[in-house]
């Protein structure tokens, strides 16, 4: 009986610095190695202690993988390889090592430099642990070692998501990172082969949801903005500077181009920029439309949407902005959204999730007047609208995915607790 | 008189090469016959390795092999066969023995022993499946032998055991392709092989290659293609095959299982894991609505596609591949489309969403929540989210299909295809348009649907807002707000694309006599009067004006109490209307206003149309000429011309009839002025001057011959025939303008003959038209034939002469429907000042955009042409992908011409126009003969390049200003 053992160091039972070990046939592979952002003491990175109170990290690991770029699943990686001493392979796909150390930096310079941290890893350390890092292809068998291989396919989610095939022998395992069954207007869905694996790790942020066609709410998203401009209104959409950004981007830009609408669409620049430049290169990770008409056109290569520029929000007549960040919190978003909130005319799309406490959790609750620094009472009158566009795969494309690899067992992390309970009832049942 | 010598060198030279022709020809045959297997067999036997072996075998069969030849080859070959320890001399000389049985008039029964033994002793795996690939053909080349078929099959069945996928391959495949039709034949047979074929296909379908598998599944559609009933055993392997690993055998599978539940679709199976069971037809639809979520992409397209002609299934199943649960953190949630629906019976409409509008309501049981589908859950859901384009078009194919036979369903997939709208892939939206036109008639619109469909009105694509306004031509609206939501946003359209006019109005032309109840309450609205005050009078000329008036008079067509609300110079803006856009305003009874209803009268019916009576009796008129003087028929044939013209004009439906016409009544008449020239009579000398007159008439009835048979569409072969018959008299006014023209007998017999071959061809072309050709030329002719044949060229001339005259007058007899084919240049417009500037000898590429209606087959036959200014023309074919098909008989050409030239001092026009290429070849009437007969009559055209033989200019000519500027060194 083949022995796999897995053990959790972050993300097992919530979302957060993953970081899984798992042992297969006597070989040791961490699969990601994120932070968290709920803290901001020593609880933020996983405990590498549990590694090292045996023995060096190098020794006792066979290889990292990193699934995808996003600060959960690769934050804690310069600390790791650098700090606590790493100096085996770090497997990522192509777009996932040029974008991550974007995010690292950025991650670093506000930690370091604004919240004055010390003892924090350095921009040589970033550079430094990159060097370690083995970039994969899509479906390309890497040789580990003589027994260890492992298989990258395709995720959708962000882009250069990938899930990864750990084989050693006979043995296998396939860990999904996050991914996205359905669609969205810039990548494709997760995609995978009847691979048969003895263990299926898998996300299940949406254990207990399954949503409703992206198109309705494509549809309402671009008829709200649409009637805004024609009523010469501004629009404010503020954004994570990755990711979903994008989608929004293409879709507004198709949009713009299709119904011939001239209102100017501005990108608040920053980290966008080097990460556009990135999603121009890996077309062969979009999806189909834009693969297709690349040739043409690079859909990315945006006719409607330029930089912002802090001057243009006074100015007159209709158009529509994209700012960081998403939650209303702070920077240009908040700034933006003070000088346009008085104006009835005006709206705000909030495309995510807002965090207890922010301003754009107060608006979407509704609360009309806020208070803001100096005691100023700022009164909303702009509509304020949300719109959930999310890229982890809900229930059903979980259950697709295990159909699809039909493994023997399967391993629910990265989700909460009581939502897995469902699921694994469901799995159960159906399987 | 120095070209008259010319022309008599170069004939007497074309005669020498057709003599030299024939004796080579005649050499050659005597020559290849005896040496084809002869020097096969010395080229083999010189073979000293097997590669030459091999060269001289591909050599060999670069060339065709005649008739008679082939047995003998065939023996070679097999002796060599044994001989040869090469097997890939053997495989080739294998496949070269089944490409010697398809030669057309080979009879392979007497190779098939021989080919049969080969089998025995061979040992090679790729020799033995070419064998049978061999074999294969043999079989399907004797399909009135069973016993050799039986035959056959059972030696397939022998090798169905052998170790090697390709041989087992080729045996199912013999099998599906020669097994027994009937069963009654494979038991008189009493060979144990052959007893059941279907079980031994249905053996294979375990088989432990995936390659065998699925040949196995397709020898088993095979076996269905050629009429054999399949069993219904099957169908339970067929569905564990749905789970195979290879997508190449689930596809296949998918295939069989849809060919099953269409045979057996009331068969009751069991569902396991149960007591119930259901219908086949409902389980298989299941099963395939499983498939559209499966792993490989073909497989879901093949899946999608199959569902939509599974129309038996029942209505419960239909309804669920619609169906999908929403919920969020276990709670239920409703879908964006019930919240819609929601709204809208509650009377609200259009609020704006609120954070947490969409938030769950009740808890769900979990053991409730069904993950994964059972059957047919949410199939069409899944299929038109598919991430591939080319499942999304499937999944709306079958919609539409499914949708128009049953309309309860159509009412609920509505909600999806409004959302298909807003694909990223405009094939996909234009498809869910034409989808959702062909539904049409089973649905009606709700308000927040309509308001989705107006959205996309705004594309910028004129295909996609070109397919939105035909399918509002035949939408059905609920509420009056609709009717004015519609008509507003298309303005907005006609704003935004002025180019939009005429297929707007249209739109409106439909939508108002559809909702005429509707459009009553806004007609105050919409006119802006106002019951104490005069407003001001609109601008007549304002298209969107127009558009209004148009969707208020169609309304007001089946409405007596609308023209009561009109205002004094809407009746004017009528009369107007009425006369400059008949088609799109329909004739109103307007009481009260002599001036306008005295233009109907209130005695003819619709069915009467007064411009087609007027059509009949004018024709009427002409063919009751015959007591008529020869002025008095010119004269009427000019005044009917000339109304059937004015008539094309007014009434765009009847353009096609009143200008095929008018074309047919004028070659008539330039046939009879030609025939009416005093100076026939006058001697020949004299004559020569003025032959100009006549030979140009024949030019112009050829050119317009070619013009009435290939550029309407809905020309029947009675008017073909007619047509035929008029070209035929051009030719003889022709031959004997020539004949009068030129001095000499000599030139004269060439273009006799060829008259006489082209009457030849005639009759045999049309011998089942000559009896209604009564008195006609050529009925004339034919009576005069044996004395024609035998008789010299100036006899000819002068039998030819006096036949053309007394002959009559054909009735062109009208088909139902008749169109001519009409090009728009949308774009270059011609309006451009600034030349289009690019250095010399370089190209620049001109975007050409324009609308072709009525043209049939437009890929083989529009082509573009652009002339320059120093007379030099360009023919350029269009790629078939360039053109677009938006709607039943209209095309739309959308491409790119290069464009070049030599230096020039100061920019100039060239002319860009669209020409229609033909070729008889193609004709309709070449569909039923033989094609030999024609390319011989063929000979007096000029010669023809890739079977263009000439072109007909069919659009107006577009300027376009250009520059070409010397290169700079």
């Given at each position: 009986m083949p022995e796999i053992k897995v053990t959790p160091l972050g993300a097992g039972q919530d979302v957060g610095r993953s970081c899984i070990l798992v042992s297969i046939a006597g070989k040791n592979v961490m699969l990601d190695c994120g932070m968290h952002m709920g803290y901001n003491d020593d609880r933020r990175f996983p405990d590498f202690s549990y590694i090292t109170q045996n023995g060096r990290l190098t020794d006792f690991l066979d290889c990292v993988i990193i699934s995808h770029f996003h600060l959960d699943h690769c934050g804690a990686l310069p600390y790791f390889s650098e700090m606590v001493g790493y100096d085996g392979p770090i497997y990522m796909t192509h777009p996932t090592k040029a974008i991550c150390p974007i995010l690292l930096e950025d991650y670093r310079k506000i930690t370091v430099d604004k919240k004055g941290e010390t003892n924090f890893f350095t921009s040589q350390m970033i550079k430094d642990c990159m060097k370690k890092v083995v970039a994969v292809h899509l479906h390309q068998t890497v040789q580990v070692d003589e027994e260890l291989e492992i298989k990258a396919y395709y995720a959708g989610h962000v882009l250069g998501a990938a899930m990864f095939q750990i084989k050693v022998g006979c043995e296998s395992v396939v860990y999904t990172g996050d991914y996205n069954m359905t669609p969205d207007r810039h990548l494709g869905a997760a995609w995978i082969d009847k691979c048969r694996p003895d263990l299926l790790i898998t996300e299940?942020?949406?254990?207990t949801t399954i949503r409703d066609s992206k198109r309705c709410r494509e549809r309402d998203f671009l008829k709200k903005v649409h009637e805004t401009v024609e009523r010469g209104g501004k629009v404010l959409i503020p954004v994570f500077a990755l990711g979903r950004a994008q989608e929004l981007c293409i879709l507004l830009e198709t949009f713009w181009e299709r119904m011939n609408l001239k209102a100017p669409i501005y990108f608040s620049t920053g980290l966008t920029e080097k990460a556009n430049h990135y999603y121009k290169l890996f077309i062969t990770w979009t999806n189909q439309k834009i693969r297709k008409t690349f040739v043409q056109r690079n859909m990315f290569e945006f006719k409607h949407i330029k930089a912002f520029d802090r001057a243009f929000a006074d100015n007159p007549g209709p158009m529509v902005v994209f700012a960081t960040p998403g939650m209303l919190h702070a920077g240009q978003s908040l700034q933006i959204f003070r000088k346009w909130a008085g104006n009835e005319k005006n709206m705000v799309i909030m495309p995510g999730y807002c965090v207890q406490g922010t301003v754009g959790h107060k608006i979407l609750s509704g609360q009309r007047k806020l208070e803001m620094e100096g005691r100023q009472i700022l009164e909303v009158k702009m509509q304020v609208e949300y719109m959930s566009f999310s890229a982890h795969a809900d229930a059903k494309g979980i259950m697709q995915l295990i159909r699809q690899a039909e493994p023997s067992n399967v391993l629910l992390v990265h989700g909460e607790a009581k939502k897995m309970e469902f699921l694994k009832q469901k799995i159960e049942q159906e399987f | 008189m120095a070209a008259h010598l010319k022309k008599r060198v170069y004939e007497e030279f074309t005669k020498v090469v057709q003599q030299q022709h024939e004796d080579l020809s005649t050499k050659k045959l005597r020559l290849t016959k005896p040496s084809k297997s002869a020097a096969l067999h010395v080229d083999l036997c010189k073979a000293t390795s097997p590669a030459d072996a091999l060269q001289y075998l591909l050599q060999f069969a670069r060339k065709p092999v005649e008739v008679e030849s082939v047995e003998g080859v065939v023996r070679i070959l097999l002796e060599h066969y044994y001989k040869e320890n090469d097997a890939s001399v053997r495989l080739k000389i294998a496949s070269l023995l089944g490409f010697l049985s398809k030669?057309?008039?080979?009879?392979p029964d007497c190779i098939m022993d021989d080919a049969i033994n080969t089998l025995q002793n061979e040992k090679s795996h790729q020799v033995l499946a070419q064998l049978l690939d061999t074999l294969l053909v043999i079989g399907t080349k004797l399909p009135e032998n069973p016993s050799v078929r039986m035959r056959l099959v059972e030696v397939a069945c022998k090798h169905?055991?052998?170790?090697?996928h390709g041989v087992r391959n080729k045996c199912l495949q013999l099998i599906g392709c020669l097994g027994p039709v009937e069963k009654g034949v494979a038991k008189e047979a009493e060979s144990q092989a052959a007893k059941d074929v279907q079980k031994i296909i249905g053996d294979h379908f375990n088989d432990q290659d995936p390659r065998v598998r699925t040949a196995a599944i397709k020898a088993m559609l095979q076996l269905h293609e050629r009429g054999i009933k399949l069993q219904q055993a099957i169908y339970g392997q067929a569905c564990k095959l749905l789970a195979d690993d290879y997508e190449q055998v689930r596809s296949a599978a998918v295939q069989l299982i849809w060919v099953l539940s269409q045979l057996y679709p009331e068969s009751i199976v069991p569902i396991p894991s149960s007591n119930e069971e259901i219908r086949l037809v409902d389980d298989a639809f299941g099963k395939i609505c499983h498939m559209v979520s499966d792993g490989s992409w073909v497989v879901r397209v093949q899946a999608a596609k199959l569902l939509g002609s599974m129309q038996q299934v029942s209505s419960h199943f239909l309804e669920q591949t619609l169906d999908k649960k929403l919920m969020s953190d276990l709670r239920r949630k409703r879908t964006a489309h019930e919240r819609a629906k929601e709204l809208y019976s509650s009377g609200e409409f259009s609020s704006g969403r609120k954070w947490g509008d969409d938030a769950p309501k009740e808890e769900i049981d979990t053991g409730a929540v069904n993950l994964i589908e059972s059957g047919a859950c949410g199939a069409f859901v899944h299929g038109l989210e598919d991430e591939m384009y080319e499942v999304r078009i499937a999944a709306v194919e079958a919609l539409c299909m499914l949708a128009q036979s049953s309309p309860s369903f159509a009412e609920k997939c509505l909600d999806f295809l409004v959302d298909m709208f807003n694909d990223e892939i405009e094939e996909v939206r234009l498809q869910s348009i034409h989808t959702m036109r062909k539904i049409s008639n089973n649905i009606t619109l709700r308000e927040d649907q309509l308001d989705t469909v107006l959205a996309v009105l705004e594309d910028s694509s004129r295909d996609i807002r070109e397919a939105l306004h035909e399918l509002l031509c035949c939408t059905n609206v609920s509420t009056k707000e609709g009717i004015h939501l519609a008509l507003v946003e298309l303005l907005k359209n006609l704003t935004k694309y002025p180019t939009d006019r005429e297929s707007i109005w249209k739109c409106l032309k439909f939508l108002g006599s559809r909702h005429p109840t509707l459009v009553l309450p806004l007609v105050p609205e919409l006119l802006s009067t106002h019951p104490f005050f005069d407003t001001p009078e609109p601008d007549m000329d304002d298209p969107a004006y127009i558009a209004v008036l148009v969707l208020i008079f169609n309304a007001a067509k089946s409405c007596p109490t609308m023209p009561a609300l009109f205002s004094d110079h809407t009746f004017r803006h009528y009369a107007y209307l009425r006369d400059s856009l008949s088609h799109l305003v329909p004739p109103l009874r307007l009481p009260g206003r002599k001036l306008v209803s005295s233009a109907v009268s209130p005695s003819i019916t619709p069915h009467e149309d007064p411009s087609q009576q007027f059509l009949h009796q004018s024709l009427e008129r002409v063919y009751n000429f015959?007591?008529?003087d020869p002025r008095g028929i010119q004269e009427l044939l000019e005044f009917t011309i000339r109304d059937l013209q004015r008539l094309g004009e007014l009434q765009s439906e009847l353009a096609g009839m009143a200008d095929f016409t008018a074309t047919y009544l004028q070659c008539q008449l330039l046939l009879i002025k030609a025939l009416q020239e005093k100076l026939w009579n006058v001697a020949a000398p004299l004559y020569l001057k003025q032959n100009a007159l006549a030979s140009a008439a024949a030019k112009q009835i050829l050119e317009e011959t070619y013009k009435m048979e290939f550029m309407y569409s809905g020309v029947e072969s009675r008017q073909v025939v007619i047509i035929h018959h008029m070209r035929l008299q051009a030719k003889a006014l022709q031959l004997i303008v020539t004949a009068r023209t030129t001095r000499g007998v000599e030139p004269l017999f060439g273009m006799c003959e060829k008259f006489l071959q082209e009457v030849d061809s005639f009759q045999r072309c049309f011998i089942s038209e000559l009896p209604h050709m009564q008195g006609s030329f050529v009925d004339k002719l034919l009576d005069l034939m044996p004395r024609l044949v035998t008789s010299k060229p100036s006899e000819v001339v002068k039998i030819l002469q006096t036949t053309l005259r007394q002959s009559t007058f054909l009735h062109l007899p009208l088909p139902e429907q008749l169109h001519r084919a009409t090009a728009n240049i949308i774009e270059p417009t011609g309006e451009s000042d600034n030349p289009l500037r690019f250095t010399s000898g370089l190209v620049v590429a001109l975007d050409v955009d324009a609308t072709l209606e009525h043209v049939q087959d437009p890929q083989g036959t529009v082509k573009v042409q652009v002339l320059y200014p120093d007379g030099q023309a360009q023919l350029i074919h269009p790629k078939p992908a360039d053109f677009r098909n938006p709607g039943p008989g209209r095309h739309r050409l959308i491409t790119q011409v290069y464009l070049s030239h030599t230096a020039w001092t100061e920019p100039c026009q060239i002319e860009v126009r669209l020409l229609l290429a033909y070729n008889s070849n193609r004709s309709k009437a070449s569909t039923r003969i033989p094609k030999s007969t024609w390319s011989e009559s063929l000979e007096a055209l000029p010669p023809s390049e890739n079977g263009i033989e000439g072109t007909i200019p069919f659009s107006k000519p577009v300027k376009v200003y250009i520059m070409p500027k010397p290169a700079r060194r």
């Open positions: 299940s942020t949406y254990a | 030669t057309a008039g080979f009879s169905l055991t052998d170790s090697s015959q007591h008529l």
